[in-house]
């Protein structure tokens, strides 16, 4: 896990500011499936993602699941929880991960001394807020394929002519829990797209032809 630290405090693409504070953290190991966070629990820990990747999501008691994002290497996940109060969210990783867990006292010991991160954090709150917000419009003004097929298009990167690939392997499920809507509507729409000559899965992964049609 050092190696995954060194690695991660020479990449000069992280912030220099997070960079510093993850040396102070326990460095952890966890396996694909691992439950970070819980929804509701009490906890005054900051995980920095070191490698790996999670996801952070609610679950209602039907078991109806919304993703909130999904987050990498030079992300940190539990800032919600550091004002004392309970988890917003659940997080998971999605494959085998290593994180610098950075108590509270740490924190409020590290600003102290580096002031800017404070604001740092605050600008990441926000960020994270105005996509919530946005999400939120998505759900109550945009249906069902226009939500769909607006994150396929942010997923996917260029491809030699016109193609595009989403780089991730992502599941019928996940994407019914970023949208959120069932795993049959996104099977039905997909299978259409498909047909159509929009869209085709190549070793797992989904390729996007041309522009993606307006309404379905």
Same mark, same amino acid.
């Given at each position: 896990?050092?190696? =995954?630290? *060194?690695? $991660?405090?020479?990449? @000069? ?25 819980? &929804? ?19 679950? *209602? ?9 999904? $987050? !990498? %290497?030079? =992300? ?9 109060? %309970? ?8 494959? %085998? ?7 509270? @006292? =740490? ?5 102290? &001394?580096?002031?800017? $991160? +404070?604001? &740092? ?9 105005r996509l919530a917000t946005r999400d939120a419009r998505n759900l109550a003004f945009i249906d069902v394929y226009g939500r769909l097929t607006r ?8 491809? %030699? ?22 795993? =049959?509507?996104? +099977? ?7 047909? !159509? !000559? ?10 996007? $032809? ?7």
């Open positions: 896990m050092q190696n =995954e630290l *060194d690695l $991660f405090v020479a990449n @000069q693409d992280h912030p220099a500011t997070l960079r510093k504070l993850a040396t102070r953290g326990d460095l952890r190991r966890f396996r694909k499936g691992s439950i970070l966070i819980h &929804e509701g629990d009490l906890g005054d820990t900051l995980f920095i993602m070191l490698k790996g990747r999670v996801k952070v999501y609610c679950m *209602d008691e039907q078991a109806r699941e919304i993703t909130f994002g999904i $987050f !990498g %290497p030079g =992300e940190y996940v539990g800032e919600m929880a550091l004002d004392g109060g %309970p988890r917003s969210a659940s997080v998971i990783t999605l494959e %085998p991960t290593v994180c610098a867990v950075v108590r509270r @006292q =740490e924190i409020l010991a590290f600003i102290g &001394e580096c002031p800017e $991160f +404070s604001f &740092e954090m605050l600008s990441k709150v926000i960020h994270r807020l994150l396929l298009n942010e997923l996917a990167l260029p491809q %030699p002519g016109d193609r595009r690939r989403i780089p991730e392997r992502i599941t019928h499920q996940e994407i019914a829990s970023r949208v959120g809507c069932s795993r =049959e509507m996104v +099977s039905r729409i997909l299978k259409d797209l498909s047909l !159509g !000559g929009y869209l085709a899965v190549e070793e797992q992964h989904i390729v996007l $032809f041309g522009k993606l049609p307006q309404r379905w």
